[in-house]
């Protein structure tokens, strides 16, 4: 140890036993060093001290009264008795007990926290094994519903403020408070304003008490008779532990499971309470056929026999007739099986995991980015500055978010924004670079070149200083970001001694990149144009590998729409809604030959299109890992039996290679295993290209923020609200339909997608769809905030309320994904760009 680290101790004694903590620890942590765990219920670790329950109280030498350990720092040579050695912190313990169970109901056996409650706990520990009070306890109506999926039983509440202390400083959606004062106090909500946060679920997992309870798990279940398993959270790609338990093969419910590197203990509403697809009505239960009445139950020997005659037949009329198309959510394991098969069986490269259309050089960037010293979430958490581009972090990795919030809250990091959107962000951001839709890259590369010494963009001149001078900062790329954006931040990040990550949205993105779902990708970040890269693979497996790179998505439904595709295998993937053009993918779906599903749920695409349908298990039904968005790589177990015939997905594409006479070279989950840990990721990964090789598209000038304080917005918390956009040219200028503006669809956390299937609850707390226009779009068109308006584009329409503000730049239009009846990109081109008109209807109110 060194001796600045010596200098930063603090030595204290304990019940008589000395121990050496670092300077500011409190008191009940420096206990729990050496295993005494001090009685509590306010406190928290993650949480800023409150000493609100009184229930710590220990005694310290020299102090007149009881202290309490979870708020007063240690001290050097500082002499502290807790209760097993105090009579005096023994007896106020014990008090503090007894008045807390003066108005708490005593009925453990019905209420949802037993067997698992502290205050139950320490009431048999700590407390008196009889009752003085002999008056009516309190009551109140309930239970109050705080949102559609929490209920809170007021009388129990012990008035710890752990719930309003996370909403406050965690989560930053104060909408649930403590009311009132002395004995009337209580947790309460504003009626006009319900708790609705993306967050929500944490509160109850933190009560100490039954206060606070699931509206799906309430009455159901108990800590001692369900089955606990661990597991990871399947919805983004924060990679967020969970615990799950089930209760007769049935999910009662998920937890999150502390990881401090992750997730600490928190995860968002999508993953504690999103499982409901698993038994929705939608599941695929069982193989199928299409017949002449529509889809028909079939036997797995006829399904499988039925694909790979197809992919026979297909083969033998040439080349580039069979494509694989995955969802990212593949398992680790079931990616690299059917990465192997794709090269190894069908003898093809044709295959992409994305839904969106990739930029040209998108493989030489991805490829770079595995084994790449790319950033963690402790980089995130520490970074003095942090540059989002082309991610909204709270709808699209709401755990990333909340890293990001807790550096903003925790020592003022400068969060600067990167796009055309602020998004979830607004209220964070310190500095916005504003973009038209697309332009991340060149805004990158502006930064780049002004930490370089070149005269910095307009209004960027701050966000340049504060990178050369704060250090060590993050740069954040999202899967929406322009192409060359990955390279740009990499260089930028590379440039001030920081680190970039990209953070793509679907829970296996990362992994499904790393197994080579992808034209031009293999496994372990290995390209298939490099000649040492195929020998490696070739030696591995055995065969020959393509000769030449395959196509994207773009390019294999284009071609599948010209017939030029007879076989489409698409695993996990709802191409109907999803695509980055649903007409396009409508268009290839309706022409090719054979549509084969393998999925969980009946989705647009199976019902619509599929010919065959492959019944596949869910992630709490197998074993398995999910690759987060860091690159960490953490395993799953099964939770619950699956219905009868459904396959893991890996297993599935074993036997279509049997069956068309070849050998994977794994039968079983171990042995896949094993093969992907002999050939690991490359021993040394690809340079990232050169930021100056990509051109900007043809979309405009690069603008920024103006300097803070201009804006006119109240400064939050910590920082001060980002400020207008400047113009990124004049939309109503030049050639052209004046109300045409670039369409900018972006996800929202909770919506229509097939794995929020029957999670009602869930869903109810979803927000409102709207469209997000800049004031003086508005102000042009003849829009004002809440009207009603039409966007109208690529032959369809649709109907949205009218958001208008500065969050969004001049001449752009954001709408979310997958909210409304049609996906937004129906008003895209098959090249998932072109323009939208934006016209008023009649007003329909404030937006809520």
């Not at 009752?131 to 309190?138: I, L, M, N, P, T």
């Not at 007409?583 to 599929?610: N, R």
Request: aromatic content about 4%; hydrophobic content about 40%.
């Amino acid at each position: 140890m060194s001796a600045s680290e010596n200098q930063d101790l603090v030595t204290l004694t304990i019940d008589g036993q000395e121990v050496s903590v670092p300077k500011g620890t409190l008191i009940i942590r420096a206990a729990e060093q050496l295993g005494t765990i001090v009685p509590r219920f306010c406190d928290h670790p993650l949480l800023d001290p409150v000493g609100a329950c009184r229930q710590c109280v220990v005694e310290v030498e020299g102090q007149r009264k009881p202290v309490m350990s979870c708020t007063m720092p240690v001290a050097s040579d500082m002499v502290v008795k807790t209760h097993l050695t105090s009579d005096m912190a023994k007896k106020a313990q014990e008090g503090t007990l007894e008045f807390l169970l003066i108005n708490h109901p005593l009925d453990c056996p019905m209420c949802d926290k037993g067997g698992e409650c502290p205050l139950q706990d320490q009431a048999l520990t700590h407390g008196a094994n009889v009752s003085r009070f002999v008056d009516q306890k309190r009551r109140y109506q309930k239970p109050v519903a705080v949102s559609p999926q929490i209920l809170l039983d007021r009388e129990r509440c012990v008035l710890c403020a752990r719930c309003t202390r996370f909403s406050e400083q965690v989560s930053g959606d104060p909408f649930i408070e403590l009311f009132e004062r002395g004995a009337l106090e209580q947790v309460a909500i504003y009626e006009d304003e319900p708790y609705e946060s993306y967050f929500s679920g944490n509160v109850i997992q933190i009560c100490p008490v039954g206060a606070l309870t699931s509206a799906d798990y309430r009455f159901k279940a108990r800590p001692f008779d369900v089955v606990t398993t661990p597991s990871v959270c399947d919805h983004c790609s924060a990679g967020c532990t969970l615990t799950v338990q089930s209760r007769r093969g049935v999910i009662q419910r998920q937890l999150a499971r502390t990881n401090m590197a992750v997730n600490e203990s928190w995860n968002c509403d999508k993953g504690r309470f999103g499982y409901a697809h698993l038994t929705s009505d939608l599941r695929i239960t069982e193989p199928k056929l299409r017949g002449a009445d529509g889809l028909e139950k079939a036997s797995w020997s006829d399904v499988l026999l039925r694909v790979t005659g197809a992919i026979q037949e297909a083969r033998d009329a040439g080349p580039g007739r069979v494509a694989v198309v995955t969802g990212s959510r593949l398992a680790d394991e079931d990616a690299y099986a059917v990465s192997k098969y794709v090269r190894t069986v069908l003898h093809s490269d044709d295959l992409d995991h994305r839904t969106r259309f990739a930029a040209p050089d998108e493989a030489e960037e991805l490829t770079a980015l595995i084994g790449a010293d790319t950033a963690q979430y402790r980089d995130v958490e520490d970074a003095p500055v942090i540059v989002v581009a082309g991610l909204d972090p709270e709808e699209e990795v709401p755990i990333l978010h909340l890293r990001i919030r807790k550096a903003w809250r925790a020592h003022k990091a400068r969060i600067v924004v990167v796009g055309p959107h602020l998004g979830s962000l607004a209220d964070l951001a310190w500095r916005r670079v504003a973009t038209a839709p697309g332009e991340e890259a060149a805004a990158l590369r502006d930064l780049l070149d002004g930490v370089g010494g070149a005269t910095a963009g307009a209004g960027t001149q701050d966000v340049v200083d504060a990178l050369r001078s704060d250090g060590a900062p993050v740069v954040l790329v999202g899967e929406r970001a322009g192409g060359g954006s990955l390279t740009a931040g990499a260089a930028l990040a590379a440039a001030v001694g920081g680190k970039a990550a990209y953070a793509p949205r679907r829970a296996n993105a990362r992994g499904s990149l790393e197994a080579g779902l992808a034209a031009g990708i293999l496994p372990g970040g290995r390209r298939l144009d490099d000649a040492a890269d195929r020998a490696e693979l070739e030696q591995l497996w055995g065969t020959p590998l393509p000769a030449e790179r395959g196509r994207d998505l773009h390019q294999l439904l284009t071609d599948a729409a010209a017939g030029k595709i007879d076989v489409l295998h698409l695993i996990g993937v709802d191409l109907a809604r999803d695509c980055a053009s649903p007409e396009l993918a409508k268009q290839a779906l309706a022409k090719v030959k054979l549509v084969v599903a393998q999925d969980l749920a009946a989705t647009e695409t199976v019902s619509q299109y599929a010919d065959v349908v492959l019944p596949a298990a869910g992630t709490q039904e197998r074993f398995g890992s999910y690759t987060n968005w860091e690159g960490r790589t953490q395993r799953f177990a099964k939770v619950v039996d699956g219905p009868a015939l459904v396959q893991e997905d890996w297993e599935i594409v074993v036997q279509l290679a049997a069956l068309l006479g070849e050998d994977l070279g794994f039968s079983d989950l171990d042995q896949l295993r094993n093969e992907l840990a002999t050939l690991g990721k490359r021993p040394q990964p690809h340079p990232f290209p050169d930021a100056s090789a990509f051109t900007a598209a043809e979309t405009g000038p690069v603008g920024a923020a103006a300097p803070e304080g201009e804006a006119g917005a109240a400064a939050p918390e910590g920082g001060q609200r980002a400020s207008a956009a400047s113009e990124i040219g004049d939309p109503s200028a030049g050639a052209g339909d004046p109300s045409e503006l670039r369409l900018v669809v972006r996800p929202l956390l909770l919506d229509r997608g097939s794995m929020l299937t029957g999670a009602s609850d869930l869903l109810a707390t979803a927000r409102t769809p709207v469209v997000d226009l800049n004031v003086a779009d508005a102000q042009r068109l003849g829009i004002a905030d809440g009207d009603e308006v039409e966007l109208s584009g690529a032959g369809h329409t649709l109907r949205l309320v009218a958001r208008v503000g500065t969050d969004v730049v001049p001449g752009a239009a954001v709408v979310p994904a997958n909210s409304t009846d049609d996906p937004a990109a129906v008003l895209l081109g098959t090249d998932g760009t072109g323009p939208v008109t934006v016209s008023a209807l009649e007003p329909a109110g404030d937006v809520a």
